[in-house]
Structure formats: structure tokens, C-alpha cells
């Protein structure tokens, strides 16, 4: 029997699929949720696992106007895939000519090496569409010991490595705890980082709510998520903070480069192996 909601499931499910179409990269359920509260077809967050999921889930599973299994992005679990490998001898050989690719360093040119923080999980995909070849450090609340321990180190080899400044580029959502989650992880990842490097809350800041019209959170009046922006907000605020520290053109120099280097190098693997 085919599925057929309710004229005000419809009405939802179309909404929500005009707004996963409305942005270039995967969302999760969650980020879909957020946008639909704030289009207020939703009350408060009560309703995401009471009614929206179970909603969502019955369109996904009988292929409803448009929505299947995969529509949407799972960035809690991910399968551990085993027992590949090579066809033979000749199958390992061009294996090798097609991974001999050369990655090069990315910041060589650039005046700062920049990472980007932030603290909405759910809007991973936004970040890594709207970006490329900067490190990106998801919270998801407040960070635990062994994550800053590892940013620490991290940012100790970034500094070794590139010999550049630096800068740390944080957005995150306009609400006390949403302020209070940098500045905590900062004190203890200063305290165990050698290295030096400035921080930048790019977003969401005080008064941001009023210059890009976020509306409140429905469940915490007074305060503003990250996922209330629209999408063309969120990447202008994104990309113009970035340009404020990198030259993109020459991350795309840099890719040019490597690709010419890349076709001489398989060309002279293809030449002596096959």
C-alpha cells in the first residue's frame, strides 16, 4: 500500500525538501529540523524525536516525493568495509600510477595558516562545502580532555611545520554556553600548546542577531543558533572571515601546481612500469 500522509505531514515534508535543495551539500536531520522551527512548523526541539524523525523516517523508507534512504547525511556512524583488494599483479601496478598523486603544502604561499572551529556538529557539511584545504574541528559542545590534548599537539606541529602565524577562526551559536564553550577549551588548550596563535570569534557575536535577522531560539528566548542563519548568510559570513586571513588564489596556484606535477610523474611511472 503506497504511503500517503496527512495534507499537514505533505505540507512538512515538501518544506523540508525545498530546503535540502536549496543548499549544494549533504544536511543531516537535525540541521533540516532546526531550519523547519524556525520556519515555524515546529514548536520547540520536543518535536524532533516525537514526531519529526518518524515522519522523516516513513517518507525516506517508501521513496515519498523524492526523499529515499540516502537523502540525508549520518555523521554518527560509519561502516568498517574489509576484504578488498587487487585483481592481480597488473591491477597493484596501475594502482600505483593512479595514487601517485602530489599533494602539496597548501599554506606555502599563504601569510597565516588558519584552522576553522565550530561548534554546531550537524553543520559539517556546510563548512566543507563552503571551504577547502583548512583544517575544521567540529565541537559539538564542550570538548573533551583528549580532544584539546590533541588540538594542542596539533597546533605545536602546525606552527613547527608551516613556520607561519597561526589563527584560530571559531563560529558558533549566540547564547551563554555557546560563548562560554571556546573560551574554556582555549585556557587548557593554551596551557598545553608550545605554540603561539591567535583566536577569532568570527560568529555568531552579540548584535549579529539583529544585522543578519536570526530568529530566536524557540526554546531559549534570547538566544540564536548557528543553524537559524540561512544558508547564503552562513557562507558569506564564512568565506568573507577566511579572506580576512588567506589569499584564496593562491590555494588554487597551489592545486595548479600540483596537478602539473601529478601528470609528470604518473607519465613517468606509466614509462617504466607497464
Known amino acids: 500500500m ?3 500522509p496527512s495534507p499537514e505531514t505533505k505540507k512538512i515534508l515538501d518544506e523540508a525538501m525545498a530546503t535540502l535543495q536549496s543548499v549544494p551539500y549533504e544536511v543531516t536531520a537535525r ?3 532546526y531550519r523547519l522551527v524556525q520556519g515555524g512548523f515546529f514548536p520547540n526541539k520536543k518535536s524532533y524525536k516525537s514526531k519529526f524523525l518518524p515522519m522523516l523516517s516513513k517518507a525516506r523508507k517508501n521513496f515519498y516525493g523524492g526523499w529515499t534512504p540516502e537523502t540525508l547525511a549520518d555523521d554518527t556512524r560509519q561502516a568498517l568495509k574489509r576484504g578488498g583488494g587487487y585483481r592481480d599483479e597488473t591491477d597493484f601496478i596501475e594502482s600505483i600510477i593512479d595514487d601517485a598523486v602530489c599533494i602539496l603544502n597548501k599554506h606555502q604561499h599563504q601569510k597565516n595558516y588558519c584552522e576553522l572551529w565550530f561548534e554546531a ?3 559539517k557539511s556546510q563548512f566543507e562545502y ?3 584545504h583548512i583544517t575544521l574541528r567540529p565541537f559539538g559542545g564542550d570538548p573533551s580532555i583528549n580532544y584539546k590534548w590533541e588540538i594542542a599537539k596539533d597546533l605545536e606541529w602546525a606552527a613547527s611545520y608551516y613556520g607561519l602565524p597561526v589563527v584560530i577562526l571559531y563560529f558558533g551559536d549566540l547564547d551563554p554556553k555557546g560563548l562560554t564553550i571556546p573560551e574554556n577549551a582555549i585556557k587548557d588548550i593554551r596551557k598545553w600548546c608550545t605554540a603561539d596563535f591567535d583566536f577569532y570569534r568570527a560568529g555568531l557575536n552579540p548584535g549579529d542577531e539583529h544585522r543578519y535577522n536570526i530568529q530566536e531560539n524557540p526554546d531559549r528566548p534570547g538566544t540564536f543558533q548557528w543553524e537559524a542563519l540561512d544558508d547564503s548568510t ?3 559570513l564564512i568565506t568573507s572571515t577566511i579572506k580576512k586571513f588567506l589569499d584564496v588564489d593562491l ?3 597551489t592545486v595548479e601546481e ?3 606535477i601529478t601528470h609528470r610523474v604518473q607519465a613517468k611511472l606509466t614509462a617504466a612500469l607497464l
Open 31 to 33: 540541521w533540516l529540523f
Open 130 to 132: 563552503y571551504t577547502s
Open 258 to 260: 600540483q596537478k602539473l
Open 234 to 236: 552562513a557562507k558569506e
Open 121 to 123: 556538529k550537524a553543520m
Open 2 to 4: 503506497a504511503y500517503n
Open 251 to 253: 590555494f588554487k596556484k
